[in-house]
């Protein structure tokens, strides 16, 4: 089975700092996708990358597909509280199977 | 606004008591999956169904089934509770089956087996 393992598990910091979340297995993914979920909610998806080396931004998130597509990482600048959640990666089979990461939950401290 | 609805947020139930988790989306989409999510595990599949009155097994079905009746309505059954099932579930449903496709995710039912 594959396995998505993330780092940290946990991360709790104040505002305005900066944090990268990784997300890595040793099989290679057709794509990968991160989603956010927040407490009481199902998983939102937030992007998906495709390609080796691609980055997506959105706004305050950095996104970025490993070359070998085995790995990605998720940068976000100026932390707020309101990005506080479980961030999750998923990595795509190509059909409609995905590995899903162990997940790390993010606290931002006003 | 896209939605995906569980008929219940927290359950409880007893050991070897049969429980049915029933799942609603309004997206017309042709795809939906059941999960469950534990700690430090991420989310695992349990049962996908591509069309109705068709399913696939995911990587954990043992001590589950489903059922397809309609296109919007996915149901998973515990036919016979146990304590290890305790779990959130979440239900998904996507319109493709490509892994790029985005699946959407109902809130969860906190499923706990005393």
């Known amino acids: 089975t594959q396995l998505l393992e993330q780092s940290p598990q946990f991360l709790s910091i104040q505002e305005g700092e900066n944090l990268t979340v990784y997300c890595n297995s040793s099989?290679?993914?057709?794509?990968l996708q991160w989603y956010r979920q927040e407490p009481g909610e199902g998983p939102v998806l937030l992007v998906t990358?495709?390609?080796?080396?691609e980055v997506k931004k959105l706004k305050r998130l950095t996104f970025q597909f490993g070359d070998a597509r085995k790995d990605s990482s998720l940068h976000i600048t100026a932390a707020q509280p309101g990005d506080t959640g479980l961030y999750l990666c998923?990595?795509?089979?190509?059909?409609?199977?995905?590995?899903f990461g162990t997940g790390t939950r993010l606290k931002v401290l006003a | 606004d896209v939605k995906v609805t569980q008929s219940s947020r927290y359950l409880v139930k007893r050991t070897g008591e049969k429980v049915f988790l029933e799942c609603v989306q309004d997206?017309?989409?042709?795809?939906m999956f059941w999960y469950r999510q534990d700690p430090g595990l991420g989310l695992r599949l349990i049962y996908f169904?591509?069309?109705?009155?068709?399913?696939e097994k995911g990587d954990i079905p043992e001590g589950y089934s489903v059922s397809r009746e309609k296109k919007e309505r996915f149901s998973l059954i515990l036919e016979s509770a146990s304590t290890n099932q305790t779990s959130m579930y979440l239900c998904?449903?996507?319109?493709?089956?490509?892994?790029?496709?985005?699946?959407?995710f109902g809130p969860g039912t906190r499923l706990t087996v005393l």
């Open positions: 998904a449903s996507s319109r493709g089956t490509s892994s790029i496709d985005e699946q959407f």
């Open positions: 997206m017309d989409h042709e795809n």
């Open positions: 998923a990595g795509g089979e190509g059909t409609y199977k995905y590995i």
């Open positions: 990358v495709v390609t080796g080396g």
């Open positions: 169904s591509y069309d109705v009155k068709m399913k």
């Open positions: 099989s290679v993914f057709s794509s």
